[in-house]
């Protein structure tokens, strides 16, 4: 910290001394016309002889990375946002006075380069400078071996420091946007309207789960970050947009793991006159799509294995894939009490009574779900814990419901919408009746909601794709805060 403050003063003292000699350490007048991307395309193709030809000067701005100094001439690294380029800066060619100030810069300043392209002796791309300036004076130092660091946790609290250092970071942020941009694209490509709902809920719905509550002084009423936007857009569908879709936050007072983080992005579509099996349809094509664009094909890698994403993908129900992984009997399965000695014989903690179509999904989640690296459709999950879906017309003890898993995660939910509003209703409040039980992610009553459904709605199938994951599948990254720019993190020690 001594050797920091140390480091802090010099370059305070610094910014004194370009001051009191007229160079402004904060300039905002260098007009900035290429980037060190641009110049590379246009001249990685030329030889030496070509470029020497070159009388085209470019102005780039960008930070000091590196440098080498040899007397009368230097050797700099200069990055911006479209990569790194080598810049050659010499006393004869920006002037005595110029290059004493350019003695003075340090790693980590921001400068603007005015110059023409050559290859070095080593036949490396670079910009000799007629004209060098120093437009931000920084004041802390860059970390140096950050890619030694082991607290990654500074890594997600200081990411600008993580995005300067780390172009591969840049690079995976930049593909999220990428993945972005081309689901919705695809969407209105597909005829979907992009819609805004609420992010503030007087009632928590859409989804199972504890909410984050705020209070609004105005209406002297407490409201709820959204879970999910899905019976704000279903209620879009009653009032008669067949295709709508929403990319967006939502906010779930859960734990946060690399799987989870309380404040995630999502987009959630609904299709009026579409059931279930037309959306697996639809997801396969989506995420092949964008698959395709982003990584140059269908195989990628993720950790030290590969996914196949070629459809078609395995679909299998619930009871199939426990039977399928969980090596038992679909008889015991059937029984209450044979399924529940089967739990707590992989390991399943049961406490009290619990449902049985609950059961079946606690023993998904612990034998099936790690299990499913290839994608893979489960479809007929229990009605029990399915409040919003529709029930099968052949057996009511399951809905018409899929959840699409890749390397051991949910990545998508979807089904088939209930839309009749007095099973809808009874399901509300069988939910409200296990709230006052305990259960404190059980949906709450929504009358508006209820309301809406008496209008009509549609046949419909709607479904959740969580974009966090989508890019951490895409980008191979192996936590959720490597695809967030700012995680939520604790508060830093003081």
């Known amino acids: 910290m001594e050797e920091l403050n140390e480091l802090l003063q010099q370059r305070r003292a610094k910014i004194d001394t370009f001051r009191e000699s007229s160079?402004?350490?904060?300039?905002?007048?260098?007009?900035?016309?290429?980037?060190?991307?641009?110049?590379?395309?246009?001249?990685?193709?030329?030889?030496?002889?070509?470029?020497?030809?070159?009388?085209?000067?470019?102005?780039?701005?960008?930070?000091?990375?590196?440098?080498?100094?040899?007397?009368?001439?230097?050797?700099?690294?200069?990055?911006?946002?479209?990569?790194?380029?080598?810049?050659?800066?010499?006393?004869?060619?920006?002037?005595?006075?110029?290059?004493?100030?350019?003695?003075k810069f340090d790693i980590g300043d921001i400068i603007g380069v005015c110059g023409t392209p050559f290859r070095t002796k080593t036949d490396e791309l670079s910009l000799r400078a007629s004209e060098i300036r120093l437009l931000t004076k920084s004041l802390l130092p860059l970390p140096e071996k950050?890619?030694?660091?082991?607290?990654?946790?500074?890594?997600?609290?200081?990411?600008?420091?993580?995005?300067?250092?780390?172009?591969?970071?840049?690079?995976?942020?930049?593909?999220?946007?990428?993945?972005?941009?081309?689901?919705?694209?695809?969407?209105?490509?597909?005829?979907?309207?992009?819609?805004?709902?609420?992010?503030?809920?007087?009632?928590?719905?859409?989804?199972?789960?504890?909410?984050?509550?705020?209070?609004?002084?105005?209406?002297?009423?407490?409201?709820?970050?959204?879970?999910?936007?899905?019976?704000?857009?279903?209620?879009?569908?009653?009032?008669?947009?067949?295709?709508?879709?929403?990319?967006?936050?939502?906010?779930?007072?859960?734990?946060?793991?690399?799987q989870h983080n309380p404040e995630f992005t999502m987009m959630e579509f609904y299709r009026a006159y579409a059931t279930y099996h037309d959306l697996m349809d639809f997801t396969e094509e989506l995420i092949c799509h964008v698959a395709d664009k982003v990584c140059g094909g269908l195989v990628i890698p993720y950790g030290d294995k590969e996914v196949d994403l070629t459809p078609p993908w395995d679909r299998l129900t619930l009871k199939e894939s426990i039977v399928k992984y969980g090596k038992v009997e679909m008889t015991v399965l059937e029984d209450h009490q044979q399924a529940l000695n089967f739990a707590k014989s992989v390991g399943i903690e049961i406490e009290g009574q619990i449902g049985h179509g609950k059961l079946l999904t606690e023993i998904f989640d612990e034998v099936v779900e790690p299990n499913l690296w290839q994608p893979t459709f489960i479809t007929e999950y229990p009605t029990e814990v399915s409040p919003l879906s529709r029930k099968n017309d052949e057996r009511p003890e399951v809905v018409d419901r899929f959840e699409l898993f890749v390397v051991g995660r949910e990545l998508a939910n979807a089904f088939s919408e209930l839309n009749d509003p007095i099973d809808q209703k009874e399901r509300f409040v069988q939910q409200l009746a296990e709230k006052a039980a305990g259960d404190e992610e059980a949906h709450e009553m929504d009358e508006d909601y209820i309301r809406a459904l008496e209008y009509g709605l549609p046949p419909t199938a709607g479904e959740g794709i969580g974009i966090d994951r989508l890019v951490m599948l895409l980008t191979n990254s192996a936590s959720i805060r490597d695809v967030i720019l700012f995680p939520q993190l604790r508060p830093e020690a003081g």
């Open 23 to 103: 160079l402004n350490p904060f300039a905002n007048d260098f007009k900035v016309t290429h980037t060190t991307a641009q110049i590379v395309d246009m001249h990685a193709a030329d030889d030496k002889e070509k470029l020497e030809e070159c009388e085209q000067e470019y102005r780039i701005g960008g930070r000091v990375m590196a440098r080498r100094d040899f007397g009368k001439a230097a050797f700099l690294q200069l990055q911006d946002v479209g990569g790194r380029l080598q810049v050659y800066v010499a006393k004869n060619q920006v002037g005595e006075e110029a290059f004493e100030q350019f003695k």
């Open 146 to 258: 950050w890619h030694g660091l082991t607290d990654v946790e500074t890594r997600y609290r200081q990411r600008y420091l993580d995005l300067i250092t780390n172009l591969d970071v840049r690079e995976t942020f930049r593909k999220r946007s990428e993945i972005v941009s081309l689901i919705r694209s695809f969407m209105i490509d597909n005829d979907y309207l992009e819609v805004e709902t609420p992010m503030m809920h007087p009632v928590a719905g859409g989804a199972t789960a504890k909410p984050f509550v705020t209070h609004h002084n105005t209406l002297k009423m407490d409201l709820f970050l959204r879970i999910a936007p899905e019976l704000y857009l279903k209620r879009l569908v009653v009032g008669g947009f067949d295709r709508v879709f929403e990319i967006n936050r939502n906010f779930r007072n859960e734990g946060i793991s690399i």
